[in-house]
């Protein structure tokens, strides 16, 4: 059963027989590094580090009392809290863009090649 769902229903020719999904995705959708993966991994990256960070100071100045409290330690470690939404909102918005690059180099291959686009999802 697992040799079924791992072939595709669309002969890739006369000579080639039927084409693997794995054949497909390296071949086809092949796809290398561009500024929506930077923003990804940056936002995403930057978010999780950057609320950790936030967490462990603001933990430090409640433990620690009034006067770390007061310091510029519990801002910053705020700041760094509420900076995590606007990096995770980036790195969401960058993978979304990923996947939708993927979906249409996929119906555009399939196009090109004569297959039905919903054959290709």
């Not at 993966?37 to 999780?48: E, F, T």
């Not at 705020?78 to 969401?92: C, K, Y």
Request: proline fraction near 2%; charged fraction near 20%.
């Amino acid at each position: 059963m697992d040799m079924i769902r791992e072939r595709t229903y669309f002969p890739a020719g006369k000579d080639k027989g039927f084409v693997t999904a794995a054949h497909v995705d390296q071949d086809a959708f092949e796809s290398t590094w561009s500024w929506w993966h930077v923003g990804a991994s940056l936002g995403i990256g930057a978010g999780l580090l950057g609320g950790l960070l936030g967490f462990i100071l603001t933990t430090l100045t409640w433990l620690a009392g009034n006067e770390l409290a007061a310091s510029n330690i519990g801002l910053i470690g705020t700041s760094l809290i509420v900076g995590i939404i606007p990096l995770m909102i980036l790195g969401a918005h960058s993978l979304d863009k990923i996947d939708s690059i993927k979906a249409s180099k996929r119906i555009e291959y399939c196009k090109r090649n004569g297959f039905d686009y919903r054959q290709c999802k």
